[in-house]
C-alpha cells in the first residue's frame, strides 16, 4: 500500500482528542503517517475520548450512515 495513491485530497476535521492509530487497507494495518490518505473501504482504528466521540463519528459517516 502506497501512501501517495490517493483518489482526493482529503483533510479530515478532527478533534484534537482523536488519534487515528491504525488504518486497514486490502487486508493490511498500517500506522498511518501524514501523508498517508485515506480510501473508500479503509477500516480506521481510531482512539478517541468519550466527550468527542459524536463529532469524530460524523467526519467518518458517508451517506448518513
Do not use: M, Y
Not at 500500500?1 to 492509530?21: E, F, G, M, T, Y
Not at 477500516?43 to 463529532?55: A, C, R
Amino acid at each position: 500500500w502506497s501512501s501517495d495513491v490517493c483518489s482526493s485530497d482529503l483533510k479530515l476535521d478532527l478533534p484534537r482528542q482523536c488519534l487515528i492509530a491504525a488504518v486497514l487497507h486490502e487486508d493490511f494495518a498500517r500506522v498511518p503517517g501524514a501523508d498517508d490518505r485515506l480510501h473508500e473501504g479503509d477500516t480506521v482504528i481510531i482512539l478517541i475520548e468519550d466527550s468527542v466521540l459524536d463529532d469524530t463519528l460524523k467526519v467518518f459517516r458517508a451517506n448518513g450512515r
